[in-house]
């Protein structure tokens, strides 16, 4: 069964750092691309970055390049976001999904496998 566990959101000031995690398991983890997507109220669900774990391609949205990275640990089957210089309008609800096997690289919600949300709140 495929399984897919973000953890990491909270509340935080304008200016400051989260860090997330999505745990994967169920499925061959180097063969896939995991993307970290964000849903605020009343907005369409969008690609924030991505990496591909068999090549380590990766895409960043233009309004996070330069303050958000992500890595990927594939001994422990994980991926991180690593959110610096959070601003207000990052407060959303962000998902981690992946997309394979072997499937040309890209980022888009039309990933394969999704898990649960977890909360950003950055206030000003």
């Known amino acids: 069964e495929v399984q897919l566990q973000a953890s990491g959101g909270g509340l935080v000031q304008a200016g400051g750092s989260l860090r997330l995690s999505c745990a994967a398991s169920?499925?061959?983890?180097?063969?896939?691309?995991i993307g970290w997507f964000r849903q605020a109220p009343g907005k369409e669900r969008e690609g924030v970055s991505c990496?591909?774990?068999?090549?380590?391609?990766?895409y960043y949205d233009m309004s996070v390049k330069g303050r958000f990275t992500i890595s990927s640990d594939n001994a422990k089957n994980a991926v991180y976001l690593q959110m610096d210089s959070l601003k207000p309008e990052d407060t959303a609800v962000y998902y981690c999904?992946?997309?394979?096997?072997?499937?040309?690289?890209?980022?888009?919600?039309?990933?394969?496998?999704w898990g649960q949300g977890t909360l950003v709140t950055v206030s000003s």
């Open positions: 990496i591909s774990n068999s090549d380590g391609s990766t």
């Open positions: 999904a992946a997309d394979g096997p072997l499937k040309i690289f890209s980022c888009g919600v039309h990933y394969d496998y």
């Open positions: 169920g499925f061959t983890f180097d063969d896939y691309a």
